[in-house]
């Protein structure tokens, strides 16, 4: 069978060494949409060199390699066809604040293989340190249609309750038409995002965003409106893609702020509020 869960979470773990700089956390940055518009101060912080603060999403593209999604497939005991993956949900946990410019080792394994009968479901830890010590820790969930059924675990199935009552802050997000084009510079070459045949063959009317380009645009959101553009108060991340973006749409970001956490929703507005994420909290101190 093409997902050989024992294989893969036997698998060794595979260390890579990575390195940034300030123009790769500007691209990023761009990719996501912030420099809109190009003089305000706040937006400065992101694209400016001599002010330049890093948001933490920036770590799922951090030295360049390849995403999550990619780097699962290539696992012992994965051998599925890549339009046959998405990206299900992402998780990161900050140990200390992003350096720039940046040098470290990223050590990445599989640490679960959920069979949901008709998918089956992966989960790839990244640890990323430096000389100083532990920077993150990112999970990355990837779904493979078809690959299931073989009788394995079928993991969690609970989802968290939707946040109640009013949200205490919504905002709007542009998408542009050329959105994903840009954020896949950071590292992301995955043709679904780019290429119309290979996202019609995938299922899909036409290229859509990356599921961590709305996860970077929905922290950002975040921190710009109830962190204070704070980026160094965020501790963690977690999300669940929960539907597809295609550019040239509009996000709406809907916030909850509790006790050092806040819980978010997005939706594509032109599509009925189609849901894009959930299940999304940011911890913060």
């Known amino acids: 069978m093409p997902v050989d869960a024992a294989k893969a979470l036997t698998a060794a773990p595979r260390s890579t060494g990575i390195s940034w700089t300030a123009k790769d956390v500007q691209l990023y940055h761009l990719g996501i949409g912030a420099g809109r518009p190009a003089t305000d101060p706040g937006e400065l912080r992101y694209a400016l060199e001599t002010r330049l603060h890093v948001l933490p999403s920036f770590a799922t593209v ?10 699962a497939l290539s696992v012992p005991g994965i051998d599925v066809d890549l339009a046959r993956v998405l990206h299900a949900g992402q998780s990161l946990t900050l140990h200390r604040p992003v350096p720039v ?8 394994r599989i640490t679960a293989v959920h069979d ?6 992966l989960t790839l830890r990244t640890d990323v340190a430096d000389a100083d010590g532990p920077l993150w820790t990112d999970d990355a969930q990837i779904h493979v ?3 299931g059924g073989w009788g394995g675990d079928r993991g969690p ?4 309750e939707a946040p109640e009552g ?4 919504i905002v709007e997000r542009a998408v542009a038409q050329d959105q994903a084009l840009l954020y896949r510079l950071s590292g992301d070459l995955n043709p679904l995002h780019a290429d119309p045949g290979f ?3 995938a299922g899909f009317d036409r290229p859509v965003l990356h599921g961590l380009c709305t996860y ?3 922290l950002k959101a975040v921190v710009d409106s109830l962190l204070g553009g704070d980026v160094n108060r965020v501790r963690s991340y977690r999300t669940r893609f929960a539907g597809i973006v295609y550019p040239g749409e509009t996000l709406r970001v809907r916030m909850w702020q509790g006790d050092g956490r806040v819980r978010v929703t997005v939706v594509a507005v032109e599509r009925g509020e189609a849901p894009v994420l959930d299940g999304t909290t940011v911890e913060h101190t």
Do not use: C, Q
């Open 199 to 201: 996202a019609a063959r």
């Open 116 to 121: 949901k009968g008709s998918a089956a479901v």
């Open 145 to 147: 249609r078809g690959e």
């Open 166 to 169: 009013a949200p205490d802050r």
């Open 216 to 218: 970077g645009i929905a």
């Open 62 to 71: 951090a030295g360049a390699g390849s995403p999550g999604v990619i780097r």
């Open 157 to 160: 199935s609970s989802r968290p």
């Open 101 to 108: 410019p940046g040098t470290a080792t990223a050590v990445s």
